[in-house]
């Protein structure tokens, strides 16, 4: 019995190889935008696919698995390959695979190859990387390298797009091949205790391979899709048979290197031609002990500058237009609750998301830039040691960089610590980190603390912003230090990472990556502030019974009493009828726990609505500045700079509590998806919960001493 070709007729081609081999590259040269991101069921592993046109017209699901270096996982990513390709039966399961391997690196990357071709799965070799394989002057005889190794092989460049057509053409005769017949037979000599486990197990298991089973004989703990009786069969074989996890792999390891290292030596025509070539020079001054750290934060400082001084003009641009459209539906619509719910609401709600875009492409920008010239991974190689003193792994340098974008794919990224404590706490302190959402926040206070001088060609408040992030990343380090001394683990630690090669940045993978995460961005939280918008306009506008009506009296009876000219009495009842509405009164009710902070109602409404998310307190502060106010021509950094106490007439947005609002955010966990997320990746409510707090309680403190330092 043979595995049989998948019977959707659209037929599934998984994209395989080890991490940095250019996959993602490839990927989107074949995909384009027709991709999209999933999950694998039951885990949050991300799962990209595409679709796929052949050369024959034919369609076919293109399947981007995570990178893995071989069936020995060592991450969570890498046991979702090998459940993936163990189990025939797996919805991913791929009637062929293209391994990508980087063709600069060949032998490293040709272990997890030779895996594959033990699974009876038609495979193509596909060597990435031709046009550096060029300029090093690397060539391989690629027909002796296809008969020696068993697979048509091609060279292609994820970068240049050469190559592709000659791929998809050849997909479609691999797609034609029937399955390799490996039900007796390995690639590899199989040990005797390998074989005895076989014989033992093969007839509750029909269609699987021999390295199938000897798989599922290393992984039976944690492959999800074995039942108890089959756990039960697979673990008394290997009681049986004396079989050792760890020395059979280790020599099964050596083994493939013995059989394909010399295959790699005889096909190879041209060696590199130099023996210390660009990378290793650049190496040696950005990996520096004391001179790489100063070339990294000099680029975190160019960042938070670029996403000040870049942005500028787009974002007055986009403030200006929404101002404008306001303005001329309110001079064109019926005066009716329905007009003031379109520009009061959505508008203005929609008008705090937009208007950060630039902001959010450009940093996604420069991020995907260091990822791509693969600075990112010097980063984590960088700090590792640093890194263990705090209780954490080099890997968690990624993820707490990644945090600077969004803390939930952050979080996420950290299944390839495999360390469970440095795991956990890398989850715990990673949205100390200074999240994309919290710019909205900063760039609107910050202007009401520092400002807007310059020191030499750098802003002060550019600097300012640094600063947030620094003290966001201090607060994360500390914290690790504590969870390390509280948490206790038997695991050893360690950090297994490739530095890819330096490389010119693939431009159609940068676009394709500030594209998606700037779709994400806008749609994910514009649904979210679509419905709060909607019903804080509601709750802004309405109130009990008569409350609203009787304030609006009031108001106007004391303006008259106290002759105030005709816009002094309307922002009088505008406040007054804002703090008889339903909203006004859900932030009085918690207004005496945050005015020793410096909050009023007003900022207590924006502290709950963006628990939600925490870009949503500028779309609240838009509408509740928006509710009754003519001035649609301002901007939301206006509108609140000129707020001031009905009462004392003192500024509300001073110095004091500027400051103070921008601490709180810096180190309060207001978002409740990344909550979900933590709650996700630790399978309980204790972290999460443990870990809202202690953050919101740090925030409650350092907003308070601020507040006390300068009022």
């Not at 040269?29 to 991709?35: A, D, I, S």
């Not at 020696?148 to 997909?171: D, F, I, N, W, Y």
């Not at 590899?188 to 298991?205: C, G, M, T």
């Not at 010399?262 to 990996?287: A, G, M």
């Amino acid at each position: 019995m043979k595995p049989a070709l998948s019977p959707d007729p659209e037929p599934k081609i998984a994209l395989i190889g080890n991490p940095n081999s250019g996959k993602t590259s490839i990927f989107n040269q074949l995909t384009g935008l027709q991709q999209k991101v999933g999950n694998f069921p039951g885990v949050t592993v991300d799962k990209k696919t595409g679709t796929l046109e052949l050369s024959n017209g034919r369609q076919a699901k293109l399947i981007d698995l995570p990178g893995a270096y071989s069936f020995y996982p060592t991450s969570k990513d890498e046991k979702m390959v090998v459940q993936s390709l163990v189990q025939p039966g797996n919805e991913n399961y791929p009637d062929a695979i293209i391994y990508i391997a980087d063709v600069t690196k060949l032998e490293k990357h040709l272990l997890l190859f030779s895996q594959l071709k033990d699974l009876g799965i038609p495979v193509l070799l596909a060597l990435n990387m031709a046009d550096v394989a060029e300029q090093e002057g690397i060539q391989y005889d690629l027909e002796k390298l296809s008969r020696k190794l068993g697979a048509p092989t091609l060279l292609l460049s994820g970068r240049t797009g050469e190559g592709m057509s000659k791929l998809k053409s050849m997909l479609v005769d691999l797609l034609d091949e029937a399955p390799v017949a490996l039900l007796n037979s390995t690639k590899y000599r199989l040990a005797p205790e390998e074989s005895k486990i076989i014989n033992q197990i093969q007839a509750e298991f029909p269609g699987y391979t021999p390295y199938q089973l000897v798989l599922m004989a290393h992984h039976v703990k944690w492959l999800s899709f074995l039942n108890p009786n089959q756990k039960t069969l697979i673990e008394q074989a290997i009681s049986n048979s004396g079989f050792q996890d760890l020395q059979m792999q280790v020599e099964e390891t050596m083994q493939r290197y013995d059989q394909f290292t010399p295959i790699v030596q005889q096909s190879r025509e041209k060696d590199s031609l130099h023996e210390i070539n660009f990378t290793d020079r650049l190496d040696d001054l950005l990996t520096n002990r004391f001179f790489g750290p100063v070339v990294f934060f000099s680029i975190m400082l160019l960042i938070f500058h670029a996403l000040f001084t870049w942005a500028e003009l787009p974002m007055n641009f986009i403030e200006a237009g929404f101002g404008n459209l306001s303005t001329f539906l309110q001079s064109h619509l019926p005066q009716h609750w329905l007009t003031n719910l379109l520009t009061e609401g959505v508008l203005a709600g929609f008008s705090g998301i937009i208007v950060f875009v630039p902001q959010i492409a450009i940093l996604f920008f420069l991020i995907s830039l260091l990822e791509e010239v693969g600075y990112m991974a010097r980063a984590a190689f960088m700090f590792d040691r640093i890194m263990q003193f705090f209780g954490l792994n080099g890997r968690s340098v990624v993820a707490l960089i990644s945090g600077g974008a969004c803390a939930i794919p952050a979080i996420m990224s950290t299944r390839t610590i495999s360390n469970w404590k440095e795991r956990l706490i890398t989850i715990l302190v990673t949205p100390f980190i200074s999240c994309s959402a919290r710019i909205p926040v900063y760039t609107v206070l910050i202007g009401f603390v520092v400002p807007p001088t310059k020191i030499g060609f750098v802003s002060l408040q550019a600097l300012a912003f640094m600063g947030l992030y620094l003290l966001g990343i201090v607060a994360a380090l500390l914290a690790a230090f504590v969870f390390k001394l509280i948490l206790r683990t038997h695991e050893s630690s360690y950090l297994m990472l490739e530095l890819p090669a330096y490389r010119l940045p693939v431009m159609r993978n940068v676009w394709l990556t500030v594209w998606e995460k700037v779709k994400t961005f806008t749609v994910e939280a514009g649904r979210i502030i679509l419905i709060i918008t909607v019903v804080l306009w509601v709750l802004s506008s309405f109130g009990p019974p008569g409350a609203v009506k009787n304030a609006e009296m009031a108001a106007q009876s004391s303006a008259k009493a106290k002759k105030l000219n005709a816009d002094d009495t309307q922002d009088l009842v505008d406040a007054k009828k804002m703090e008889a509405s339903f909203a006004g009164q859900l932030g009085k009710f918690i207004e005496p726990a945050i005015r020793p902070l410096g909050f009023d109602w007003k900022i207590g409404i924006a502290l709950i609505t963006s628990f939600a998310a925490r870009e949503v307190f500028v779309a609240t502060m838009a509408t509740i500045y928006s509710i009754g106010h003519q001035d649609d021509e301002y901007s939301i950094h206006e509108k609140m700079a000129n707020q001031r106490d009905p009462v004392t007439h003192q500024l509300i947005y001073s110095p004091a509590t500027s400051l103070s609002l921008l601490l709180f955010y810096v180190f309060a966990m207001q978002c409740m998806s990344t909550m979900a997320v933590v709650y996700r990746e630790t399978k309980s409510w204790k972290w999460p919960l443990i870990q809202f707090a202690f953050m919101t309680g740090l925030a409650y403190l350092s907003s308070w001493l601020a507040y006390m330092w300068l009022s």
